[in-house]
């Protein structure tokens, strides 16, 4: 995989949570816990449930239940956005990589397509954009937005298949001319907090 910077390939969702429970009732558990006061929102890391009177953040991934720390809205530095533009592939592809940055959920979007221009160069631009959906309908391609600290620390990485879920931009024309990739990461404010950098990684 090309990259800018070298990490471990382990995902750190585990990170910074208190584990309370890993059964094949994880659910069951944390309504016990939660009652029915809670609400919950599924990303793809997990699913995160938010009880209602207490404030207290709970996240179930492959059925381990943790308890994520409180943090006094006071404290909170949520709706945060990081946007990141750049060239991958040898200058083939241009990616922007966009991120939001709330209390315990990472929002992304990205988007690939072309680097030339479709009117300067617009024999390459058809090249590029040839070879851009082959990748698409091909399995195994992945750019990986990887979230760091100040300090160039790997918090977390987002792998993006790019033969899954992809929505087409078209131009005037209706034509596609790049695409658009969107979900979001359960992460515990510990870890949001920290996050100030963006950048990509690539395997295709």
């Known amino acids: 995989m090309s990259k800018a910077t070298t990490r471990s390939d382990t995902r750190p969702w585990f990170l910074y949570g208190k584990i ?20 919950t929102t599924s990303t793809t890391n997990g699913t995160v449930i938010t009880n ?10 492959e059925s381990v239940v943790l308890e994520l ?11 945060r956005v990081i946007e990141q533009k750049s060239d991958i592939a040898g200058g083939a592809f241009e990616v922007t990589g966009r991120v939001k940055l709330l209390s315990t959920t990472v929002l992304w979007r990205l988007q690939i397509g072309p680097s030339s221009s479709e009117t300067d160069a617009a024999e390459q631009y058809s090249t590029e954009l040839r070879r851009l959906l082959a990748l698409q309908r ?14 160039g620390f790997l918090v977390l990485p987002i792998d993006i298949a ?10 005037d024309e209706g034509e596609t001319s790049a695409l658009m990739y969107e979900g979001s990461e359960a992460l515990a404010y510990d870890a949001i907090s920290v ?8 395997r295709f």
Request: glycine content about 8%.
């Open 20 to 39: 309370l429970a890993v059964s094949s009732v994880a659910l069951l558990a944390i309504a016990a816990i939660t009652g029915c006061g809670h609400d």
């Open 69 to 79: 720390p409180r943090v006094p809205l006071s404290e909170q530095r949520s709706g």
């Open 195 to 202: 996050v100030n950098t963006l950048d990509f990684r690539w």
């Open 52 to 61: 209602r009177q207490s404030g207290t953040v709970y996240r179930v991934h």
């Open 138 to 151: 091909a399995s195994g391609n992945l750019i990986t937005l990887d979230l760091r600290d100040d300090d």
């Open 162 to 171: 790019l033969d899954i879920g992809a929505t087409s931009v078209v131009n």
